[in-house]
């Protein structure tokens, strides 16, 4: 889809997504410092809009004028700490005017070359240190979970992304697939999973030595799931963690079986919409 169509399918519903963040995001950042983010891809500013509510300065980029207009009407009507800077721009080509402290890409489904290029983009736009979060659908969802897009060219893999990261200098929180419970809203209907795929990695310092431990090219195991407490301790369903630092490797092996979220659930593309929009 290329910018316009967005804008249409932006024009034709008063919300196409959730008002409240994707729960990924909400969970892997809601302990941070408030500071500097870029959320590339942001669509109508759910996660953007989130982080200035917590005191953070964001841009939100996004190529539809359209749902940059409905995110600056929603974020007027909140009393928010920090600010939201809404830019149009392709993901693909955008570059950052200043140094992020966090740089979140949700559900930008590209083919493989697109994706490369906006995932780097965002990269380089962190600091020395900062987060990079990307969730989208993952590959696996196609033939195993529900929902999401159905063309294969635009999902991915937690070592898609990795490797679209490419020779940069970088720590692995955390990096593979994640299962989300989709609800029907009423209960008439069985949850459904779709799997998502979770990366975050932080950004090392320029020129950080490779061969050391936690340095680029060495992975080390360093801890089960911390960021995602209790619930999840009785299946483990989260993606493995593991620090792995620098271009290119496997996230891990994959997280248990699916399992029953949150009760409010989050609606893929196809699902049914709650008050207008969906929730991913
Ligand atoms: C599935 S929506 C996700 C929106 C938002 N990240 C969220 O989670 O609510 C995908 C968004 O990517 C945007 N998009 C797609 N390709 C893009 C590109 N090349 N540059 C900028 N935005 C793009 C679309 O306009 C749309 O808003």
Redesign the pocket.
């Known amino acids: 889809?290329d910018?316009n169509d967005?804008d249409q399918r932006?024009a034709a519903a008063e919300l196409?997504?959730s008002v409240t963040p994707?729960r990924f995001v909400e969970e892997e950042l809601t302990a941070l410092t408030a500071g500097r983010a870029v959320?590339?891809?942001?669509?109508?500013g759910?996660?953007a809009i989130w982080l200035a509510g917590r005191g953070w300065d964001v841009t939100a980029?996004?190529?539809?004028q359209v749902?940059l207009d409905k995110g600056r009407r929603l974020a007027a009507d909140q009393q928010l700490r920090g600010t939201v800077r809404w830019e149009c721009?392709?993901?693909?080509a955008?570059r950052a005017e200043e140094e992020y402290d966090v740089a979140v890409?949700?559900?930008?489904?590209?083919p493989a070359d697109?994706r490369r290029a906006?995932v780097r983009r965002a990269f380089d736009a962190l600091r020395p240190g900062g987060t990079f979060l990307l969730v989208a659908h993952d590959s696996t969802n196609l033939a195993e979970g529900t929902g999401g897009p159905q063309d294969p060219a635009v999902l991915m893999t937690a070592e898609d992304v990795l490797a679209d990261l490419g020779d940069r200098s970088f720590e692995v929180v955390r990096a593979g697939r994640v299962p989300r419970t989709v609800e029907d809203g009423h209960g008439e209907q069985p949850a459904r999973t779709a799997w998502d795929c979770l990366v975050r990695v932080v950004r090392l310092g320029r020129g950080a030595p490779a061969g050391i431990p936690g340095q680029p090219g060495i992975p080390s195991v360093v801890s089960p799931c911390n960021a995602h407490p209790p619930r999840e301790e009785a299946d483990n369903p989260c993606p493995e963690t593991v620090r792995r630092s620098g271009g290119r490797g496997s996230p891990g092996p994959r997280p248990g079986p699916p399992r029953r979220e949150r009760p409010e659930g989050h609606r893929s593309?196809r699902s049914r919409r709650s008050h207008g929009s969906q929730r991913?």
């Open positions: 889809m910018a967005w932006y196409v997504w994707n959320d590339l891809a942001a669509g109508e759910r996660n980029v996004d190529f539809s749902a721009a392709d993901a693909t955008w890409v949700a559900y930008l489904q590209l697109q906006a593309h991913s």
